[in-house]
């Protein structure tokens, strides 16, 4: 069975520029979860979905961020505009339940 | 503000050497569990623990929930250099779906 697919797995662009990061969920799980990890601050969740719901966006540094989930196998993390200190990997994560979660690989972003 | 703190934050050890890791939080949690990333890799979840006490144990792993269900640790027997990555813990608030992950400890297990 295929794992959490995420695209691009690179992205690097200009500051200024707009970013779409995209991720398609493990089959089945109803939970989709964003994630952004940096070395100074570790993995920080930004927005969770249950049923293509938003639930949590606490986790969303500012309105440049927003992210939508049109159906339960498609989801998308858009930065607009993008600034260098976006500069991250953003993992997303599926779950049947919400608490054991399942990531994908992961896309790398550097904003110069 | 729910944290977890992981110790050490780096370890670099040598092949065959035993460690442990241990996870710390104020907050009482329902569950925990431990997840390692490889480098360029997402984390990939290793265990769940879920009641206080519990021990579980994975091949040369062994995990370990407090009775408190505030803390936990992840010994590691004979460590060998596929051992080598991040470790994060993360834990399940009560009444909510999210986790809330760890610090992380870098562990390096050189041949």
């Known amino acids: 069975d295929a794992g959490v697919i995420q695209s691009p797995r690179h992205e690097v662009t200009e500051m200024g520029q707009e970013v779409t990061l995209r991720c398609k969920p493990i089959?089945?799980?109803?939970?989709l979860f964003w994630y952004r990890q940096t070395m100074m601050r570790g993995l920080e969740l930004l927005i969770y979905?249950?049923?293509?719901?938003?639930?949590?966006d606490s986790g969303m540094p500012e309105d440049r961020f927003s992210a939508k989930m049109p159906n339960a196998s498609f989801s998308t993390l858009k930065i607009q505009p993008s600034e260098p200190r976006d500069s991250a990997v953003y993992f997303c994560?599926?779950?049947?339940?919400?608490?054991?979660?399942?990531f994908g690989p992961g896309t790398r972003l550097t904003v110069l | 503000t729910q944290l977890l703190e992981q110790s050490p934050q780096f370890l670099s050890i040598q092949e065959g050497e035993n460690l442990t890791v241990y996870c710390n939080s104020s907050?009482?949690?329902?569950?925990l569990q431990w997840y390692r990333q490889e480098p360029g890799e997402g984390p990939v979840l290793l265990v769940t623990v879920v009641t206080g006490g519990e021990v579980k144990k994975l091949k040369r792993l062994t995990f370990q929930f407090g009775d408190a269900r505030k803390d936990s640790s992840l010994h590691i027997t004979a460590a060998q250099p596929g051992d080598t990555g991040l470790y994060l813990c993360a834990g399940a608030p009560w009444n909510t779906d999210k986790l809330i992950f760890g610090t992380g400890t870098r562990l390096q297990v050189f041949p």
């Open positions: 089959s089945g799980h109803d939970y």
């Open positions: 979905f249950n049923n293509n719901v938003p639930i949590d």
């Open positions: 994560a599926s779950s049947p339940t919400g608490h054991e979660q399942f």
């Open positions: 907050s009482v949690f329902s569950s």
